[in-house]
């Protein structure tokens, strides 16, 4: 069975840029979530979705930030315009009864 | 909200010694789940042990169980035999139980980076 999938593994762009992350959820897992990890600290829920339904977002920031995940299958999340503080890893995870995590992309905004 | 606090930025082991890492929680829940993650620099994490607030005996796999403290709030994993492999990061997870309709997402400490020394 394949993993969590994620492209980019890794992004160096420009601030003010945008720029978008890719996720392939493990087939069947119904429930997808998007995290953020900052350097030194544990990853934050940023997005949960139940097929195609964003039913957690409160931690989103709507302004910069968008997701989709179209016929509930894979996921992307965008930003823009990309901060300097935005520099991160986002992780994605898939959940049917336990969690699988990708391996994450590492954003740098210069 | 829930919270979790892991109050060991770092902590060195030597190799085939034990090793315990600790992990407090906050919620008033009364029934739901907590985990420790392993993460290796490939970024990805990976489950190490996961317990059942309901079950009062405390989780045990292969070389790593934990130390459930319910009423302190409490969550330790002691790893045994410790051996290189084993360097990561480690965070310790809290979630409530299914809400219905799907897992709520992990809330995390800020992790303790284990170095094994050999």
């Known amino acids: 069975e394949a993993g969590v999938v994620q492209s980019p593994r890794y992004k160096i762009i420009e601030k003010k840029q945008p720029v978008a992350f890719w996720c392939n959820p493990i087939?069947?897992?119904?429930?997808l979530y998007w995290y953020l990890q900052n350097l030194g600290q544990g990853p934050e829920l940023l997005i949960r979705?139940?097929?195609?339904?964003?039913?957690?977002d409160s931690q989103l920031p709507k302004d910069r930030f968008s997701a989709e995940r179209l016929k509930g299958v894979d996921s992307t999340l965008k930003i823009q315009p990309a901060e300097l503080g935005d520099s991160a890893v986002y992780l994605c995870?898939?959940?049917?009864?336990?969690?699988?995590f990708g391996s994450g992309t590492r954003l740098t905004v210069v | 909200a829930q919270t979790v606090t892991q109050s060991q930025p770092e902590m060195s082991v030597q190799e085939a010694e034990t090793v315990t890492l600790s992990c407090t929680y906050d919620?008033?829940?009364?029934?739901?789940?907590l985990f420790w993650y392993k993460q290796p620099p490939s970024r990805q994490m990976i489950l190490v042990i996961r317990?059942?607030?309901?079950?009062?005996q405390n989780a045990t796999e292969n070389r790593f169980s934990v130390n459930f403290q319910k009423a302190a709030k409490s969550f330790s994993l002691k790893i045994s035999d410790s051996q290189l492999g084993d360097a990561a990061m480690y965070f310790c997870?809290?979630?409530?139980?299914?809400?219905?309709?799907?897992?709520?997402?992990?809330?995390f400490g800020k992790g303790t980076h284990l170095i094994i020394q050999p």
């Open positions: 995870a898939s959940s049917w009864v336990g969690y699988t």
């Open positions: 087939s069947g897992h119904n429930t």
């Open positions: 979705y139940e097929n195609e339904e964003a039913v957690d």
């Open positions: 919620t008033s829940e009364s029934d739901y789940y």
């Open positions: 317990q059942e607030a309901y079950k009062q």
């Open positions: 997870a809290y979630r409530d139980t299914y809400s219905g309709g799907g897992a709520d997402g992990l809330t």
